[in-house]
């Protein structure tokens, strides 16, 4: 059997080939095949990616590969080049970069994150659908965004923004949750910034307008609270973080709602 290739069997008696190389001391698998001439071209294909950096590469500045249709997987591919040029073998297909890494969703969708991310990427693999990216997290579809403090509700280009305009750049310091409580929303009148709450009934209801964020969004609270035993419905309060109980409290009974809304909820 020829260099790194391993034969072996299905639960129905039929033989396949499993490939593997060793380099810098690490036993890495690359995969396995049915057929033994694609598991020798697979073998020869990482022996090249490990030995020629001119050739096989991966440009974290320009965000790309030079990976070209091989037996190898693109995955496998950047792992195996990472490794070489940095030195830590990582299975996610992830290339670092100074402060930063990309992660390579295929050829042309190439996501960047912030290194502090690392650890969580380099043991979670991102999939994507329709433009929504998300990883499998104790068995549920967890959003990457809900690391950013985005609710699922949020929409882009409202309740969050990319700075430099870049969807695919997932640094902290680029992507800006605007409004992170549910049904609130931040605006700007004669240069000053306010908080309106809103909640969907049978249509949007205003329920006031507020000076804070934290205001606005116990406020929400306050009209969920309200609705709870009048409507169907399930709606998600809000947590505000480094409010103790006392001030929770004193700032949820000085909150006054929206007369009209009072009146609506009364007549329910």
């Not at 990482?46 to 190898?72: C, E, Q």
């Not at 195996?80 to 996610?92: A, Q």
């Not at 800006?176 to 309106?196: D, P, T």
């Amino acid at each position: 059997m020829a260099t790194g290739i391993y034969k072996a069997f299905k639960k129905d008696k039929s033989p396949y080939y499993r490939v593997s190389i060793t380099y810098k001391n690490k036993h890495i698998s690359l995969g396995s095949s049915e057929d033994l001439e694609t598991a020798k071209a697979i073998y020869k294909e990482a022996t090249r990616i490990l030995r020629y950096p001119k050739k096989y590469f991966v440009n974290p500045d320009k965000k790309t590969s030079g990976y070209k249709l091989m037996h190898i997987s693109l995955a496998k591919y950047i792992s195996l080049v990472n490794f070489r040029d940095n030195g830590i073998y990582i299975k996610t297909p992830i290339y670092l970069a100074k402060n930063s890494f990309i992660y390579f969703l295929s050829e042309n969708v190439i996501l960047t994150f912030s290194i502090d991310d690392l650890f969580y990427y380099s043991n979670h693999t991102i999939q994507a659908r329709g433009g929504y990216y998300f990883v499998a997290d104790y068995g549920l579809q967890t959003s990457i965004l809900s690391r950013y403090g985005v609710k699922g509700h949020s929409i882009k280009g409202k309740d969050y923004i990319f700075k430099n305009g870049d969807e695919l750049d997932f640094r902290y310091e680029n992507l800006q949750v605007i409004n992170k409580y549910n049904g609130v929303s931040q605006f700007e009148k004669n240069g000053r910034i306010f908080y309106k709450t809103k909640i969907h009934i049978n249509g949007d209801f205003i329920v006031g307008v507020y000076n804070t964020e934290a205001e606005a969004a116990l406020a929400y609270n306050k009209a969920v609270s309200l609705l709870e035993n009048k409507l169907d419905k399930n709606y998600s309060k809000n947590y505000i973080e480094g409010l103790s109980n006392v001030e929770y409290a004193a700032i949820y009974n000085s909150i006054r709602l929206k007369k009209n809304f009072r009146d609506y909820v009364k007549k329910l």
